[in-house]
């Protein structure tokens, strides 16, 4: 007797071309999965009849509308999770900002890991060019004694036409120079953010293959409900998505699996947290002992209509997005901003690896509300900041290029992504 091995299990995830169209069996977004466990299943409502009857027993028992709900979690790693992360967000990636070869930028070192680049203002704008604070930018075209700048990852931590002020995520600031170099800037991979309008809906069809004993469950007509980023001091990085299903096909003993070619699952590391980066309004937040965040869709099944045991839809909601930093009690600035109703920005960025030129994934949240400042522990006290991030409506669209934010709730930026 076999009996089925969850390490056996595979997980392929494709888009639809709309609700209703379960995706093709070769079609071309099939891809298998990585994860820690995905759990999926069909359910249905139970209707028990009530009537009296004189033997004094249930007379009969109706199988009602079906769900197809499901919980993937996964260790966070760039590149793997894509099509999901675009639907929370409800906007493809797009390629980030690149300017022109420029001869007018000077690099210099200031404090730390910090520095600026700075450019003539006859040479344009870094804002006109598109650069976002929260971005992680590299540089190529540096000569000489600054090449170490070429290929660099630096997070853009404050921004004027002008004066890019960075921070190396690898712990380096740039290396000094004054201008007269070819360089060209770039923001890494590409980037995606809840959108002010023009939202898209994805549909998704997922399939169980449980490879051992050659069965397979075809779920179809889902959509992502919620994501949630979880960074400890220590440890794996985690990212866990909430699925909502509408309908499910069984594929049995000689007939599994359902997608005959999938692309095969990503190999790129898993973040770790030992050299993150987390800022709050500017500020390195270097004793932070963990950073945790939810973006919901507020999505919901429609109710049963008469005829079909398969429900009409999945309507959306609003997005929300809501978090908690934890950090060693050092002073009283973040539960100033609390008490004060300071609003803030917070930026993360999860590398790799310790390398110059990591691949990472990065979050950007332009306004935030600090909804608390509990403190807690019997040796070193910790901090404990609930917060919640609001639209920034001061930002623009990612187009018209006036602003140094991205009028949005939460971006994300994906250094693997081309």
């Known amino acids: 007797m076999t009996i089925a091995n969850a390490v ?46 004189p033997d004094k027993q249930v007379g009969d028992v109706n199988i009602g509308p079906q769900d197809g709900n499901g919980a993937c979690n996964g260790e966070l790693t760039p590149g793997t999770y894509e099509m999901f992360e675009a639907a929370i967000l409800r906007k493809v990636f797009v390629a980030g900002s690149s300017d022109a070869a420029n001869s007018g930028v ?159 699952i990503t190999t790129t590391e898993v973040v770790h947290s030992g050299k993150a980066v987390i800022m709050v309004s500017g500020v390195e937040q270097t004793l932070a002992t963990g950073i945790d965040f939810e973006i919901v869709g507020s999505n919901q099944t429609m109710g049963a209509v008469i005829g079909t045991n398969v429900k009409p839809g999945i309507s959306d909601g609003r997005v929300e997005v809501k978090g908690n930093l934890s950090i060693y009690y050092e002073d009283d600035t973040l539960s100033g901003y609390f008490r004060a109703g300071t609003e803030v920005s917070i930026f993360v960025v999860l590398p790799v690896s310790d390398d110059a030129n990591a691949d990472f994934i990065a979050f950007t949240l332009p306004v935030v509300k600090l909804t608390g400042a509990a403190k807690s522990g019997d040796k070193e006290i910790t901090h404990s900041i609930p917060f919640m991030a609001k639209y920034n409506s001061s930002g623009d669209d990612g187009t018209t290029c006036t602003e140094n934010t991205l009028a949005t709730t939460i971006s994300m930026q994906d250094g693997t992504l081309t």
């Open 8 to 53: 056996n299990k595979k997980v392929v995830i494709a888009k639809q071309s709309a609700q209703g169209t379960i995706a093709a069996v070769d079609a071309a977004t099939a891809q298998y999965l990585r994860f820690l466990s995905f759990n999926q299943d069909q359910t249905n409502e139970q209707y028990t009849s009530n009537e009296m009857r």
């Open 106 to 264: 000077a690099a210099a070192a200031t404090t730390g890991a910090a520095g600026t680049f700075t450019r003539d203002d006859v040479d344009g704008s870094w804002i006109t060019d598109g650069f976002k604070l929260g971005d992680v930018v590299q540089q190529t075209g540096w000569t000489t004694t600054a090449t170490a700048n070429n290929s660099h990852n630096f997070l853009i931590t404050a921004l004027t036409p002008t004066v890019m002020t960075v921070l190396g995520i690898d712990g380096t600031p740039p290396a000094t120079k004054v201008k007269g170099d070819e360089v060209t800037t770039t923001v890494v991979g590409q980037k995606c953010w809840v959108p002010a309008a023009s939202h898209t809906e994805d549909w998704f069809t997922i399939e169980h293959y449980f490879s051992d004993v050659d069965l397979s469950e075809v779920f179809w007509d889902c959509k992502v409900s919620s994501m949630a980023v979880k960074v400890p001091a220590s440890g794996i990085p985690t990212i866990d998505f909430n699925i909502l299903g509408l309908q499910m096909t069984e594929k049995g003993t000689g007939a599994a699996p359902y997608f005959t070619g999938p692309a095969a």
